[in-house]
């Protein structure tokens, strides 16, 4: 799917921030009630028109579900509305896209079924012209058995929001005793269905659970998400032929990667594939006027090449310099694809366009770290003895990159690190394009960060900010804090792609732009157990324009 979106946000930021008086209304309301069980969403907005999504709980049959969009709170100055049905063919989700709505204008909407009124959403219309500043909450990798979505609620609460980005993993599809069990069984949040999804139905069911999360309902119902999705949504690891999570027994992996997208775009305020276009297909293009350009597109399922497994090439790794050469021979092979030729094509027009048009900022929504990452020596004294007592998976991946470590190449093959030949096209169509100045948002890690980006020869290509988990936690998360700080510090030296990470804390990046500078903070969460937590800034960082690409102040 394509969505070329040529229009931007209202004009000052100022003019998106809902009144305080509105923004407590909204949110002293119920997000949900018995017919509207999953609550309101929006996406995908465009200069005059926008996705709105709900799903009709205890009904049978076709349903006549009622819609209106006005310009008010109250819903008295409507703009549009209309009738649509929906019926278990759609597992009775709703998906309007009302057109004809007037640009850069912020809106509310609801929905009504036999006279039950679902909440009010609010959402927003894209316009042209000048825009002085855009504020976008970057979120990813939330785990419904790891803690409450609290990072959610602290983005619906924050209205100096415009947009939500989300960068993927929105579900995880482990059974009740896959990652996460225990934690699953402790917080009374254990994943239904209780089984690995593998069907339809089973997909429904999860992306369901995920929605009752009080934290999804009030964002989805507060701010307009634009989406991509990562691995989860359909199995771990997944590349165009497979998935590292698709086992003998559970069918034929095209099924199974067929129903996961099939219940993606029912459950998600996302646009359809276009006529022609498979579900495998997601690609937008979101211009916010004179500001930005917001890129997404799709690196699971399209042309992804199959991960290396390091682990199965041990006989080759059997000293740095082996493992370098089998590092550029066989992992950077030119024909390991990441994303699709017609996507490159779709990048390299979008970005041509954006530098043509003047505007400061071209931002990657993108999925896995882009930045070259070679793993750390972790033959350290804390590291160790944090690992010594280990047992079970732990206790094998721990052991996994300490021998990697002693080799000096990347450990993580899943991201871009995997396909260094493709990344090196990625940034060979940007500087063609006359941007060396990529602004990158990523997730998948649940590691907050900031990465230099740099192409083959040393050129810079610009720079990457990286998101933690909404619940989702590190890899490490079982050796403590300590010893994931060393890793941590030990990474920082070895690469000096990394200016700074940290993966102690759950949370979201907000990312504020203006035309002269952008300014990031990584927004921590206290607390994923129970509703009450607080939030903190544990890092701000100016983003600046030096020698044509980006630096950190």
């Known amino acids: 799917m394509e969505i070329d979106r040529r229009k931007a946000l209202l004009g000052l930021t100022s003019a998106l921030i809902l009144p305080r008086c509105v923004a407590a209304d909204l949110r002293g309301q119920s997000f949900s009630n018995e017919v509207f069980l999953h609550g309101v969403a929006s996406g995908d907005p465009g200069e005059d028109s926008v996705v709105l999504w709900t799903r009709v709980s205890g009904q049978a049959g076709e349903v006549a579900v009622d819609w209106s969009v006005a310009t008010d709170p109250a819903m008295r100055d409507t703009v549009t509305q209309g009738t649509v049905y929906t019926s278990e063919i759609r597992d009775y989700t709703v998906k309007v896209i009302p057109e004809g709505l007037p640009a850069g204008t912020q809106l509310y909407y609801r929905f009504v079924v036999g006279g039950v009124v679902s909440p009010i959403g609010r959402t927003q219309t894209l316009s042209t012209g000048k825009v002085e500043s855009l504020v976008i909450a970057v979120a990813s990798c939330s785990n419904y058995p790891f803690g ?12 100096d929001i415009d947009i939500v980005v989300h960068l993927g993993d929105y579900i995880y599809e482990y059974d009740e005793n896959g990652y996460g069990g225990n934690e699953g069984r402790a917080l009374g949040r254990v994943h239904e269905p209780r089984h690995e999804t593998v069907t339809l139905s089973d997909y429904r ?18 701010h307009p998400l634009i989406a991509i999705w990562d691995d989860h949504e ?35 305020p996302v ?18 006027g004179d500001l930005a350009s917001l890129y997404a597109v799709e690196t699971r399922h399209m042309a992804r090449s199959e991960q290396i497994d390091l682990g199965a090439h041990k006989d080759s790794l059997t000293s740095p310099e082996a493992a370098a050469e089998f590092y550029e021979r066989v992992v950077g092979d030119e024909n390991r694809k990441m994303i699709s030729r017609s996507d490159e094509m779709f990048l390299a027009e979008g970005l041509k366009a954006s530098v043509e048009a003047g505007q400061p900022w071209r931002v990657l929504a993108n999925q896995t770290i882009l930045a070259r990452v070679v793993a750390a020596p972790l033959n350290d004294p804390v590291f160790l003895e944090a690992t010594e007592n280990l047992d079970g998976w732990i206790a094998n991946y721990a052991k996994s990159l300490i021998e990697i470590g002693e080799l000096g190449i990347p450990a993580n093959l899943d991201a871009w690190d995997g396909y260094p030949a493709a990344r090196e096209r990625l940034y060979s169509l940007a500087a063609d394009a006359g941007a060396r100045d990529l602004l990158v948002i990523t997730g998948d890690t649940h590691i907050f960060g900031q990465n230099y980006l740099r192409r083959a020869n040393g050129d ?12 989702s936690p590190r890899g490490l998360y079982e050796l403590g804090d300590i010893a994931n700080d060393r890793h941590d510090e030990l990474l920082i030296e070895t690469n000096d792609s990394i200016e700074w990470m940290n993966g102690r804390y759950r949370g979201y990046v907000k990312l504020t732009l203006e035309h002269t500078q952008a300014r990031a903070d990584f927004v921590a969460v206290s607390n994923i157990e129970t509703r009450n937590f607080e939030t903190e800034v544990i890092r701000s960082v100016d983003i600046v324009r030096r020698d044509g690409t980006l630096d950190y102040a």
């Open 148 to 159: 409450r979505f609290n990072g959610y609620q602290a983005i619906a609460d924050d209205s």
């Open 205 to 222: 069911i999860r992306h369901a659970q995920y929605k009752s999360d009080s934290g999804s309902l009030a964002m989805h119902a507060m």
């Open 234 to 268: 359909s199995a771990n690891n997944p590349w165009s032929g497979g998935a590292q999570n698709h086992q003998e027994g559970e069918g034929a992996w095209i099924d199974r990667r067929s129903v996961s997208l099939r219940a993606y775009y029912e459950w998600m």
């Open 271 to 288: 646009r359809e594939p276009d006529v022609g276009e498979s579900r495998e297909s997601r690609r937008a293009h979101f211009r916010f």
């Open 460 to 471: 810079s290509a610009g720079v990457e900010l990286g998101t933690s988990g909404i619940s």
